[in-house]
């Protein structure tokens, strides 16, 4: 047996949680250098696994490892985990948030006001960690129980992050309301999987939570019956598609499911921001692409015009919202229902374009808003003020933080040669070709987006900084800088290499468009 | 006629006999400074009689002993294993309680009601199951009241002895009418027989009620769930801990080995439990959402999880009943250390309202920890015990497409996602008045720091590794009669 690379991935945040606890709350600094130590490993891992994943080989998936977690009579659940090419860049993301989040979190006990996390940091990174390892969990499982188990994991974390840790106006809203948003998705969830468990096992004789079992069983058509539905006879595949993707998608942000979302960004702590907007939204598109799509391929192609309105709508309204804003972490929360929203667009053509675009798109928004809200974190600690107003000539005290910023921009309104519009580029094209309207209508927002971000650059950076701040505002660490660097240089290396990512996840798409019958 | 397996059936019960005599005729001549050792001489006793019983007395195949009074089998086994084990870890909570601790009796009482509660898993006759019920009950109405200069605790004393009492012998009038149509108290012929018999839906329907209001109160299922909260709130902690563990879970091992063996082909009774289950998920969560009292809001929330356990019995499959001994078992480890936590905090502070955790997790982080697995765990999240069980209890009802039960079932888990969080919020959040946590340390006694501990790593456990206990469970389950 190989080197089990991605057990390594997904244990090393939760061993170092534990190891975390076990240091003396005081000793603030050891713990911060475990962190970093762990997320530097977990990096280092995510990187060899992309770089080492074959993408002209089989294109499913790799680095398998399989174990029976428990067999009892119709009960069988496997630890079973591997990549394909949709989930090789997510881990990868991961570890790279995961990294930028302990550089962000480190801060120091400033005079005009602590940076980073000074209150208990033990227990932050702890927890911080615990959403890690869900997080790393989920992209890689091949089972959907070891699925269910990691989204929990991923979920209940935020809750306790957000309230102890958030902004002290909304945090106990914000971190409630999240929760449960996100607690009612998975769980709706769950019953579409134990319904698909079953009756994939009385297809076949085979019970199994496997996923790669349950779509073999697809495929041979163990879904393609009809169920009692209020007295409706209709096809399994219709009834239970729309619980399950929904139910995941929740988490992704999905528009008329997006409210938490803004909420959950303005209170969470800035390291839990880029977790949140940066990779745990993503969890939500890829396990309702994993789950939903790939297991219900039928329910998908029946419900895909549901799903592109839906997104429709979030792209331009999340932008359009997002204009208005004043507060600088509601405008990035709203332009991540925007970005996600084009996520979910590109999920909705279920074509080769759209598909290749909306894994792109997950990477690229997830380095973007992670490096936003790294901004964004850095320019409220030492303000105390996030209203765009209230702010100005940043670029001046902060030069990285501004340049970094623009850089996000850019990427965030889709400009050639950045990671933004590698991305944004195919959904469009893929949206194109099932439906024109729909790629127009949702063209508006690359408009609005343009102006929101340009407008709060102008504002925020330039200009005078106002006479309250003035002196006032301490230049970001060495490690701040280095988190910002890293982020941007992916974003302009993908933006300019395409390559790097587009052929993985085509290998990925290609697999996902055998289960959705050619195309 | 004498054989040595009869022996072996009732080891644990005689384990326990000797161990109850030999903490009377010890106790007494220790000094009472040194009565706190009791706990200690209950502790070990307790382990030894697990660990002797798990060596020595585990079963082959099911048969009934005594005459057809007990039934020597896995499902009573594994039970008797679950309540030797809580008693275990309520005897080290009981230990540094003010007026428990030191009592030789408040031991014996526990020892006592442990007993009924083992046979009460192995019955297989009525008369023995009636008998074994009383054991478990007498001592418990004792101990709730055991606090005689405090009135809560002798008013949830009295309370629990009347209801008790009251449905004690509506359960017995039950039992009386069973043997009445069927001439036997034996739990292996009745089934037959009322099988075999003139069809009589009508009346064994209304002795299906009958039972269900008897065992409904030992469960605190909804509409019998009302002595429970003022009994967990007025009794010692310890002991409300216990009934709302091994108590609940010798009602369940009792439920489902009489209703299976009984009535499998009078299916009527899962509809009204399906029913039951509803009410009782349902008034459980919603009540325990104004609670401002934190034994009360685990009270209701302990109803509510009686609620969750009944799905399992509802599916009526051999998953089914797997998936409630297993939920059981999750849940008397998470309770047990939800229960722990809060005694410990209210020794060293003298109160348990959910206000007063505020700034706990700043006083003493490690018990803020195991608060967290505790109240997570209750929610259902992993990597905890009450994930795996929630989850497989809703895979037995779906796989029965029972899917109204498993979707009532899921939003009431998202209510009480609200109140487990709210009380997570006040130990890690809030803040003590005047902020100075550091000057009001929460010092755990020993007793507390290894229940505490063995508890919270046995509720992790049941949630990652939960492969081998799951399939206990289901060896448990496979054959009740």
């Known amino acids: 047996m190989n080197f089990p690379v991605l057990s390594v991935i997904v244990f090393t945040p939760l061993v170092a949680a534990v190891l975390i606890l076990l240091i003396p709350a005081d000793r603030k600094n050891e713990v911060r250098t475990t962190a970093l130590v762990a997320a530097v490993f977990a990096l280092a891992l995510s990187v060899w696994v992309y770089a080492q994943y074959a993408i ?3 294109t499913g998936y790799q680095f398998i490892e399989k174990m029976t977690w428990l067999s009892v009579g119709n009960l069988h659940i496997d630890y079973h985990v591997g990549v394909d090419g949709m989930s090789a860049p997510l881990v990868l993301l991961t570890g790279i948030v995961m990294f930028t989040g302990v550089l962000i979190s480190w801060g120091k006990d400033d005079p005009h006001g602590p940076t980073g996390i000074q209150d208990r940091p033990r227990e932050f990174f702890a927890f911080l960690f615990l959403l890690a390892g869900g997080v790393f969990g989920v992209f890689v499982s091949l089972d959907l129980f070891l699925l269910f188990f990691f989204y929990e994991i991923a979920v209940f974390p935020m809750y306790l992050l957000i309230a102890i840790w958030g902004w002290v106006k ?8 999240l929760t449960l948003y996100l607690f009612i998705g998975s769980v709706v969830a769950l019953i579409g999987a134990l319904a698909m468990y079953w009756t994939a096992g009385q297809a076949t004789g085979v019970y199994t939570f496997d996923m790669l079992k349950i779509s073999e069983a697809q495929q041979a058509g163990a879904f393609n019956g009809l169920v009692n539905f209020f007295g409706a006879q209709v096809p399994f595949q219709v009834v239970w598609f729309l619980p399950v993707f929904l139910g995941f998608a929740v988490l992704g942000g999905i528009w008329p499911f997006h409210n938490w979302s803004p909420d959950g960004h303005v209170a969470a702590p800035t390291a839990v921001s880029m977790f949140h907007a940066g990779v745990l939204m993503k969890l ?13 391929p039928d329910g998908a192609k029946y419900w895909a015009w549901l799903i592109m309105l839906f997104a429709t709508v979030a792209v331009v309204y999340g932008a359009y919202i997002a204009f208005v804003q004043t507060d600088m972490k509601y405008m990035i929360g709203f332009s991540s229902v925007s970005h996600m929203g084009l996520v979910m667009f590109g999920l909705s053509t279920l074509n080769k374009d759209g598909l290749t675009g909306a894994g792109l798109q997950m990477f690229s928004h997830g380095v973007m808003t992670a490096l936003f809200f790294a901004v964004t974190g850095m320019i409220y600690d030492r303000a105390h003020t996030r209203q765009i107003p209230e702010l100005g000539g940043m670029i001046k005290p902060l030069p990285w933080a501004g340049v970094g910023f623009i850089i996000g921009g850019l990427v965030s309104m889709g400009m050639p040669f950045f990671s933004g519009f590698v991305a944004e580029f195919p959904i469009f094209m893929g949206v194109w070709q099932v439906m024109p309207i729909a790629a127009i209508i949702a063209s508006i927002s690359i408009v609005i987006t343009a102006a929101y971000i340009m407008n709060n650059i102008r504002r925020v950076f330039f200009g005078e900084v106002p006479a309250n701040l003035e002196g006032h505002i301490s230049p970001i660490t060495a490690l701040d800088k280095v988190a910002i660097a890293t982020l941007c240089l992916l974003m302009v290396a993908l933006g300019l290499f395409p390559w790097l990512m587009a052929p993985m996840i085509q290998s990925g798409v290609n697999s996902i468009l055998t289960l959705l019958g050619g195309a | 006629m004498y054989t040595p397996t009869m022996l072996l059936a009732i080891l644990p019960e005689i384990l326990l006999l000797t161990l109850g005599v030999i903490l009377l005729v010890v106790e007494p001549f220790w000094k009472a400074e040194n009565r706190r050792n009791a706990g200690w001489l209950t502790f070990g006793g307790l382990l030894a009689v697990l660990f002797i019983s798990l060596l020595l007395a585990r079963p082959a195949d099911s048969q009934t002993v005594f005459g057809g009074m007990l039934r ?8 008797k294993m679950m309540f030797l084990f809580a008693a275990a870890a309520t005897s080290l909570f009981m230990m540094d309680h003010e007026k428990l601790g030191r009592r030789g009796e408040s031991y014996l009482l526990l020892l006592a009601s442990t007993l009924g509660m083992c046979l009460m898993a192995s019955s297989a006759d009525l008369v023995m199951l009636y008998l074994a019920i ?13 606090m005689l200069d405090d009135k809560a605790s002798t008013e949830a004393g009295f309370k629990y002895l009347l209801y008790g009492a009251v449905t004690s012998a509506i359960l017995l009038y039950g039992f009386s009418l069973l043997f009445g149509f069927t001439g036997t108290t034996n739990l292996d012929t009745l089934g037959n027989a009322l099988a075999a018999g003139p069809n009589m839906s009508g009346l064994v329907f209304g002795v299906i009620l009958l039972l269900l209001v008897g065992l409904g109160f030992k469960i605190s299922a909804v509409p019998f769930h009302f002595w429970a909260p003022d009994v967990y709130q007025g009794a010692p902690t310890p002991v409300a801990g216990f009934l709302s563990t091994a108590s609940k879970a010798a009602g369940f091992a009792v439920l489902l080995r009489l209703f299976f063996a009984a009535f499998p082909g009078y299916a009527s009774w899962t509809s009204v439990l399906a029913v039951v289950a509803t009410l009782t998920m349902t008034i459980g969560n919603l009540l325990a959402l104004p609670q401002t009292n934190l034994k009360r809001l685990l009270a209701y929330s302990s109803i509510a999880h009686a609620g969750y ?9 051999e998953l089914g009943r797997a998936s409630v001994v297993f939920y059981l078992l999750a849940y008397i480890a998470t309770n ?14 003298g109160t348990d309202d959910i206000k007063d955790f505020s700034g706990l997790s700043r006083r003493s982080p490690w018990l803020g920890l195991a608060m967290l697995a505790a109240f997570l765990s209750l929610a259902g999240m992993p990597p905890f015990g009450g994930f795996v069980g929630k989850v497989i209890v809703f895979a037995a009802a779906v796989d029965k497409g029972l899917y109204a039960l498993a979707i009532i079932g899921i939003l009431n888990s998202i209510i009480a996602v609200y109140y487990y969080l709210n009380v997570l919020k006040f130990v890690y959040l809030y803040r003590m008045e005047g902020e100075n946590e550091e000057t009001h340390p929460i010092p755990l006694t020993r007793p507390y720091a290894i229940a505490l501990v063995v508890l919270a790593l046995g509720v992790v456990l049941l949630g990652t590794l939960f492969g081998p206990w799951f399939n206990w469970s289901n060896l448990a389950a496979l054959n009740l009669f």
């Open chain 1, 170 to 177: 909304t945090r106990e809203y914000a971190a409630m309301k």
């Open chain 2, 72 to 79: 020597y089998d896995w499902y009573g086994f594994f039970f």
């Open chain 2, 134 to 146: 009383e054991t478990t009950s007498i001592p418990l109405y004792v101990l709730s009241g055991f």
């Open chain 1, 56 to 58: 002209n080989a089989y």
């Open chain 2, 336 to 349: 047990l250390l939800a229960f722990g936590a809060v005694m410990a905090f209210s020794r060293v502070t």
């Open chain 2, 309 to 317: 356990a009944l799905i399992g019995v509802v599916a009526f499959s």
């Open chain 1, 284 to 296: 939500g598109a890829f396990a309702a692409l994993r789950v939903g799509i790939m297991l219900l």
